[in-house]
């Protein structure tokens, strides 16, 4: 669904994509939209705070690529307004993602991020409720 992020050789880079990859082949539908979150959190992370700007490229590409993800999962006949609603959002995370690079700016990342947060952290208490209903 998205490429893997760039990130650190060594051991602990092997041991981190490893984990991810058993994550993912574990998750049901709705775990792996919030590893999807999880995963572009980290990529907006590194953009924000990375100094080199190759590193600043690939976790932007990698993050605009779970941006897009995200918005290709979008049912918009069965989810409606909150389809259209979470297009738009994404789509503005997209705009100020690519604000902030061009203009060499963390706030609009950090802008994008918390919108992302406030998301991610809706959905997974979505998923915590789903359990304890269960």
């Known amino acids: ?74 049912n918009f006949e069965s989810g409606g307004q909150i389809a259209t609603s979470l297009s738009a959002i994404y789509g503005e995370a997209r705009r100020l993602l690519l604000k902030g690079m061009r203009e060499q700016d963390t706030a609009p990342v950090a802008e994008a991020e918390a919108m992302i947060a406030e998301i991610a952290q809706s959905w997974n208490t979505i998923s915590e409720g789903a359990a304890v209903s269960s």
């Not at 051991?11 to 993912?24: C, E, V």
């Not at 976790?59 to 290709?72: E, F, G, K, P």
Request: without cysteine; aromatic residues 4%.
């Open 1 to 74: 669904m998205f490429r893997a992020a760039a990130r650190p050789s060594g051991a602990s880079a092997q041991y981190g994509q490893i984990d991810l990859n058993a994550r993912i082949a574990s998750a049901s539908p709705h775990g792996l939209v919030s590893i999807l979150f999880e995963e572009l959190l980290r990529a907006m992370g590194m953009v924000r705070k990375s100094t080199q700007p190759h590193r600043r490229s690939e976790a932007l590409s990698r993050a605009l690529s779970i941006l897009q993800s995200l918005n290709d999962t979008l």
